[in-house]
Structure formats: C-alpha cells, structure tokens
C-alpha cells in the first residue's frame, strides 16, 4: 500500500499533467538546442582551421613543429577527459540507454562539460568520429540536470533525460521526427505517451532553435535526385542482402575492437595517441576523406569516383573508423556509418551502371539508399532510419526504395543472430562496471500491442528474479493484482524489481 501510494504521490500527477511535459519539453529542447548548435559550430570551425593549417604544411614545412604538438596536446587532454570520467567514452548512447534502465549513474555536469570539450577536440582533429552519439548524451545531460535540479521522481527524470536525447539528434541532424522514434525504437523499445510527448515537444524546439544558427536547407540536400523506375526495384533486393551481410559483419567487428584495443592497451590510456597518430597522414593527404563524413557524401553525389578508389575509400574509412571507435575516444559511430552505407550504395550503382541496368542520373538514389539500408540494419532501427535519411534529404519520392532495401538488410542480419549496435554496446559497457546494488525500485513499464505476456495471468508468466507486479494501470485507472490477474495490450505495469533484473523484465514482455 505505501508503494502504490508513493508512486500516485510522486510519479502519477507527472503523467497526468500535459502542460507540464510541454513546458519541461520546451525547456530542455531550448537549452538543449544551444548546447548542440555550439557544439556544431565549433567542430565545423576547428576541422576547417586544422584542414588549413595542413594545406599550409604541403607549403611550409616547419609548420609540422605545430602539428606534431598539437595533436600530442590534443591527445593528452583526451586523456585527462576520459579518467576524469569515463561515460565521456565512446558515442555516448550507451551510456544513456544504461541510465534509463537505472544500470550506472552519471555525474550530468561532469558529462557535459566534459563531452563537449572532448568531443570538439576529437572531432575536429579529422578523426572519423560523428557529432551525434556526443549530441545525444548532452541533450540527456541537460534532461537530467534539469530534473535534478527540480528535484524531480526517477520516473520524470527518465522522461527528461529522453526528451533530452531526442533534441539533441534533432538539432545535430535537423530531423526531429526521427530523433523521436530513435527514443522510441532504439532507447525505449515502447510507445509511453509521457515520453513521445515530451520528445517530441523537446525536439521540435531544439529543431527550431538549432535551423536559426544553420537555416532551413536539410543538411544533405542533393539536387535533382531522380526518383527510381519501378522496374529497378528487383536491384534492389540485391542491393538490401549485400548492405545486411555488411551490415553483420560492421556489428561484429565494432564489438570486438573494443575488447581487442584492451588487449593491447597501453600504459595510462596511451592507446588514445594510437588514431590521433594514424589519422595525420590522412588529413595531410586525403583532407576531403576524413571526418565525420557529411561533406564526403554530398561530394560523392557531385563527383565521378572511378570503381577502385570507391572500393579503397569504403576501405580506408572502414579501418580507421573502427579504430576511432575502439580506442575509446568521445564521439560517434552514426554520421561514420551514414557515410559508409552511402559509399556502399555509389558502388551498388556504379556495378549496376557498368552493367547497364540503371542510367547515369540514379546516383543520388542509390546513395540514400545506401544510407538508410546500412545504418537501420546496423542499429536495427528501420524506421528511425528511413525518416531520419529523408529528414537529412529533404526528399520524399524515395520512401519507398529506402523501406525495401532497408527491410531486406534488417531482415538479413536478423536472421543472421544480429542484435542492435547501441543495446549490444551497453551490455559490454554494463560488463565493465558490474552494479550490484540489490535495491528494488519502482518502474512503470507499458505493454505494447506485441507483447508476449497479453492475455496472460500473472501466475502464468515467469517473471525475473526479485520481481513484484504491484500495480496495473488500465486507461487511467488503477487496478490491484494477484496471481489471476490478466494483462491486456496497452496496460501499464508499475513493478517493484531490482534495477539489475531490469533488463530481463523488458525482455520478458517484448
């Protein structure tokens, strides 16, 4: 009883207070949009100075007495970033998707200012890293300290720190509808009304106030795409199993470079000059080839690659991406992966072009194509990925070759034993940093109309060790359990369980 009353005290008025959502979502997405915007800007700014100053090196030489410094600068502050606190490694969305199933604690001021120092600083030194992973987790940063700072239930602070990750996607890609079912399909893996409303209300904002800094054009906008004839659409069967076996193989090889990087670590993170070494001949020679990939991709539509150099280049980002990536440097593998499916999808049509199957004015289709299939099989995200390559497109003539070939490559790593690139992070981020608090918490989980458990007793499940179903609420209103109790599609369960098991109830009901 003192249970069920606490959660109508503390989480329930929440829920049931709209207005408030809006105004917290307004507020999160505002400041949440500012954050990311400087941040943006300020990557845009050091790439293109760093870019200068290697064009300079090709004239004068001693200018390589400032290079080589710099980057061991750059590198000994990584350093100092990541023992400082290390869920500023990596992406970033792991480390969110961790705190909203209670599984480690942040320290959200350490994260974001940290994460923004360290992920301007690895970014703009040309690594292969993207802005959006580190965009993700500083919009759940602010989410959360706002919530703190209100003192809010862990329930609110949950739906913060989510409207937070959807507004920072949004105004790191100007795509706030995908950035909503990124939260739902990715983070949460339901549809909780409190959540979407607030991510969406959140990422609306952090759209707007992110398109006054960068204007209204979609960030990859390509001229005069073509849409594709209908009787091309077999191709793209073809195209959707090589992007899935790819795909597979990208999963498997991003979750073991971690594990290989700490087999070969360094002294005291040592291993974090290793990429910032390797990565300067390539600014000094391939500048338009590094970096988070969003200007090669544009530069892929506008130019004529020859076949090899594409094979080469997909090579050479591949490589040195996984390298970033494993060495544990702040920033992302989503912008890193849009360009590879994009390179993949150049070379699905330059193959197909040769063979005379598609004409000379399809390029642009087949690299959105490519971006789409690659990443939404990669993350096994579909949707999320479909919308958010036609947000970035600002064309939606190509809906429907995207959804084809990115369900053929969905489907293939799926039956391939695939699972989600982020949640498949987060549990090799949750083996290095066991919790094993034995207190059980409250939590509110919605039955989705897929659920395993529909039209079951409670006695008939076998829920997860030290799990209690203490509540169910059923279109507002709430109904006590025992062991005959049914479960309808759309209930609300409010479970008493230790945060350890919380993983293994999820998967329970989906």
């Given at each position: 009883i003192n249970l069920i009353n606490s959660f109508q005290r503390e989480i329930y008025p929440f829920f049931g207070s709209k207005k408030m959502i809006i105004l917290l979502g307004i507020l999160v997405g505002a400041v949440a949009g500012l954050v990311v915007s400087l941040f943006?800007?300020?990557?845009?700014?050091?790439?293109?100075?760093?870019?200068?100053?290697?064009?300079?090196?090709?004239?004068?030489?001693?200018?390589?007495?400032?290079?080589?410094?710099?980057?061991?600068?750059?590198?000994?502050?990584?350093?100092?970033?990541?023992?400082?606190d290390a869920n500023i490694k990596g992406s970033g969305i792991p480390q969110v998707?961790?705190?909203?199933?209670?599984?480690?604690?942040?320290?959200?001021?350490?994260?974001?200012?940290?994460?923004?120092?360290?992920?301007?600083?690895?970014?703009?030194?040309?690594?292969?890293?993207g802005r959006e992973g580190p965009s993700i987790q500083l919009g759940?940063?602010?989410?959360?300290?706002?919530?703190?700072?209100?003192?809010?239930?862990?329930?609110?602070?949950?739906?913060?720190?989510?409207?937070?990750?959807?507004?920072?996607?949004?105004?790191?890609?100007?795509?706030?509808?995908?950035?909503?079912?990124?939260?739902?399909?990715?983070?949460?893996?339901?549809?909780?009304?409190?959540?979407?409303?607030?991510?969406?209300?959140?990422?609306?904002?952090?759209d707007f106030v992110s398109m006054e800094f960068f204007g209204l054009k979609p960030i990859l906008h390509f001229e005069n795409i073509e849409p594709l004839p209908l009787n091309q659409y077999l191709y793209?069967?073809?195209?959707?199993?090589?992007?899935?076996?790819?795909?597979?193989?990208?999963q498997k090889n991003t979750l073991f470079l971690p594990k290989l990087f700490k087999k070969i670590s360094l002294a005291n993170h040592l291993d974090i000059f290793l990429p910032l070494l390797l990565i300067i001949p390539s600014v000094y020679f391939f500048p338009k080839f590094v970096g988070g990939g969003n200007q090669l991709i544009l530069n892929l539509y506008q130019t004529k690659l020859p076949f090899f150099l594409i094979i080469m280049l997909f090579l050479f980002r591949y490589i040195y991406s996984m390298i970033s990536y494993g060495s544990g440097l702040p920033g992302g593998?989503?912008?890193?992966?849009?360009?590879?499916?994009?390179?993949?999808?150049?070379?699905?049509?330059?193959?197909?072009?040769?063979?005379?199957?598609?004409?000379?004015?399809?390029?642009?289709?087949?690299?959105?194509?490519?971006?789409?299939?690659?990443?939404?099989?990669?993350?096994?995200?579909?949707?999320?990925?479909?919308?958010?390559?036609?947000?970035?497109?600002?064309?939606?003539?190509?809906?429907?070759?995207?959804?084809?070939?990115?369900?053929?490559?969905?489907?293939v790593v799926d039956s391939l034993g695939g699972k989600p690139i982020?949640?498949?992070?987060?549990?090799?981020?949750?083996?290095?940093?066991?919790?094993?608090?034995?207190?059980?918490?409250?939590?509110?989980?919605?039955?989705?109309?897929?659920?395993?458990?529909?039209?079951?007793?409670?006695?008939?499940?076998?829920?997860?060790?030290?799990?209690?179903?203490?509540?169910?609420?059923?279109?507002?209103?709430?109904?006590?359990v025992n062991g005959s109790t049914k479960i309808l599609s759309n209930d609300h369960l409010i479970c008493l369980i230790n945060q350890n098991y919380l993983k293994d109830l999820k998967d329970v009901l989906n």
């Open positions: 943006r800007i300020l990557i845009t700014l050091g790439f293109s100075l760093n870019e200068y100053i290697f064009a300079q090196a090709h004239r004068y030489l001693f200018l390589w007495f400032l290079i080589i410094p710099l980057y061991f600068l750059i590198g000994y502050i990584l350093i100092k970033l990541t023992k400082r998707e961790a705190q909203l199933i209670d599984a480690i604690n942040i320290n959200w001021i350490s994260v974001l200012l940290r994460k923004f120092v360290g992920g301007i600083l690895a970014i703009s030194s040309g690594l292969m890293l759940a940063a602010i989410g959360q300290g706002l919530s703190e700072t209100r003192k809010m239930s862990k329930s609110e602070t949950k739906i913060l720190i989510s409207a937070g990750a959807a507004a920072g996607l949004s105004a790191a890609f100007n795509a706030p509808i995908a950035a909503i079912l990124f939260v739902v399909e990715e983070m949460h893996h339901n549809f909780s009304s409190s959540v979407w409303i607030s991510a969406f209300i959140s990422a609306l904002t952090a793209l069967i073809i195209v959707g199993v090589v992007m899935g076996l790819l795909a597979i193989s990208y593998i989503f912008l890193p992966i849009l360009t590879l499916g994009a390179i993949i999808g150049y070379l699905s049509y330059k193959i197909l072009f040769a063979l005379n199957l598609v004409n000379d004015q399809e390029t642009g289709v087949f690299i959105v194509i490519g971006m789409a299939a690659y990443f939404g099989s990669i993350s096994m995200a579909p949707l999320t990925s479909i919308i958010l390559v036609t947000e970035m497109v600002g064309n939606l003539e190509h809906i429907m070759p995207l959804g084809l070939t990115t369900l053929v490559a969905y489907l982020y949640e498949s992070m987060m549990i090799n981020l949750l083996k290095k940093d066991q919790n094993n608090k034995q207190v059980r918490e409250i939590y509110d989980l919605p039955v989705t109309v897929s659920s395993a458990v529909i039209d079951k007793k409670i006695s008939e499940i076998s829920w997860p060790q030290d799990c209690l179903i203490v509540l169910i609420i059923r279109n507002s209103i709430n109904i006590p």
